[in-house]
């Protein structure tokens, strides 16, 4: 069983793996909990070149930026990338089951939904969809939690459409996650 599993590939999700995976080596409560994400290769991220992100050099394209990204949750040994497309998610805090549409299954004691804002076809009454609060075309989704040990990050979290902006909200959900299992407000930056 894995600790979480993050539905979603691109900035939010690679950026909310990262921080929890760093968690292990900084907190006792993270010690020995595994992570998966899962992937099915369509994020918005990889058509972007990269003009305005902090500390990424302009005319990064979001291909090599996702790639960067996604080297840096390798790094870690607790989380497992997968490839796939998830299907149907279903359960409670402390036991999801996800699906993925070949079959396979996976289970977690928390899930996250960074599925960007496009489209929401996954089977599930874990999460509402509703109307995108802040997208600059129309008809884009986002997603409001509806259980105990369910998240949602990036722009499916309702955030704008800018990459900084969908790290920042990963970044955010995986404090909160911290949060819960520390039982109380931890910070996981680096030291001075």
């Known amino acids: 069983m894995y600790a979480t599993v993050i539905i979603g590939g691109g900035p939010a999700g690679l950026s909310c793996a990262l921080t929890l995976a760093d968690g292990e080596k900084r907190f006792e409560a993270v010690r020995g909990k595994r ?9 918005d991220a990889l058509k972007a070149v990269l003009n305005n992100v902090p500390g990424i050099k302009k005319g990064t394209t979001g291909e090599e930026f996702l790639q960067a990204l996604k080297s840096q949750v390798e790094e870690f040994e607790s989380v497992n990338l997968i490839d796939g497309e998830v299907s149907e998610v279903f359960g409670k805090k402390g036991k999801f089951k996800i699906v993925l549409s070949d079959g396979r299954e996976l289970e977690a004691e928390r899930v996250v939904f960074a599925t960007g804002f496009h489209s929401f076809n996954i089977k599930t009454e874990l999460v509402e969809v509703i109307p995108h609060p802040r997208s600059p075309r129309p008809g884009k989704v986002a997603l409001r939690p509806k259980a105990e040990g369910v998240f949602v ?15 920042g909200s990963g970044v955010d959900v995986a404090c909160k996650i911290l949060e819960d299992w520390n039982g109380k407000v931890v910070v996981g930056h680096d030291k001075i």
Do not use: K, P, Q
């Open 153 to 167: 990050a990036g722009l499916a979290a309702g955030e704008i459409t800018m990459i900084a902006t969908a790290c």
């Open 35 to 43: 992570f998966a994400v899962v992937d099915s290769g369509s994020s």
